[in-house]
């Protein structure tokens, strides 16, 4: 099966710092969407992307969905406590699963 | 706004004992999933349903067996247990499989087999 490259795998930043992640596959998706997994809990979806180029923000979350359709990043601004957590990027492609990357674990230093 | 329910949250089995991990739905979604989460793994697929009536499997569906109890619910059993499958086990449901809308998760079935 196919895992999606997702980096970095973990990052430490201070509060109010600026975080970026990306995701990266070998294959072309239609969709991207972006979840943040809580410690004890399911992911829940944070952004969905549908079509090459497309930048959506849903507060301080912005994410793309990647020219080439083989990538896309999710960027957080003025990171707070409560953005820790594991965020996940997922690929579809018509008539096919959904694809996972590994994801990326953040800790936020007050 | 119940979502995806599983049951139980937390489960220890010995090895060959079975054991029935129950999800269940209130979206009216089509297709139900089973996932396993291990450490740097992501999430792997172990069967779906598209509809109800049909199962199929995914990526990992070695020594799980699944069952469509109807629209609603779609159980995940362990026959015989073993260590490699202790994993955070998580169901989803989308509306329907195919389509681009995204998948809703469950909060997860923690299990250890000893």
């Known amino acids: 099966g196919q895992q999606l490259n997702q980096s970095p795998q973990s990052m430490f930043i201070q509060e109010g710092e600026d975080v970026s992640m990306n995701c990266t596959s070998s294959s072309i998706f239609n969709t991207w969407l972006w979840y943040k997994q809580d410690p004890g809990e399911g992911p829940v979806l944070l952004i969905a992307?549908?079509?090459?180029?497309e930048l959506t923000s849903n507060g301080r979350l912005t994410a793309q969905f990647g020219i080439t359709r083989k990538d896309s990043f999710l960027n957080i601004s003025a990171s707070i406590p409560s953005d820790v957590g594991i965020y996940f990027c997922?690929?579809?492609?018509?008539?096919?699963?959904?694809?996972f990357g590994t994801g990326t674990s953040l800790t936020v230093i007050p | 706004n119940a979502g995806v329910t599983q049951t139980p949250k937390f489960q220890v089995l010995k090895t060959g004992q079975s054991m029935t991990l129950q999800c269940a739905q209130d979206m009216n979604h089509n297709s139900m999933y089973w996932y396993r989460q291990d450490p740097g793994m992501g999430l792997r697929l172990i069967y779906y349903?598209?509809?109800?009536?049909?199962?199929d499997k995914g990526e990992v569906p070695n020594g799980y067996n699944v069952s469509r109890l109807n629209k609603r619910e779609f159980s995940l059993r362990l026959e015989s247990a073993a260590p490699s499958q202790t994993s955070v086990y998580f169901c989803?449901?989308?509306?329907?499989?195919?389509?681009?809308?995204?998948?809703?998760f469950g909060d997860g079935t923690r299990l250890s087999i000893l």
């Open positions: 997922a690929g579809h492609s018509p008539g096919n699963q959904f694809y």
């Open positions: 349903s598209a509809s109800e009536g049909t199962t």
């Open positions: 992307l549908y079509k090459a180029g």
């Open positions: 989803a449901s989308r509306d329907r499989q195919g389509s681009n809308q995204p998948q809703h």
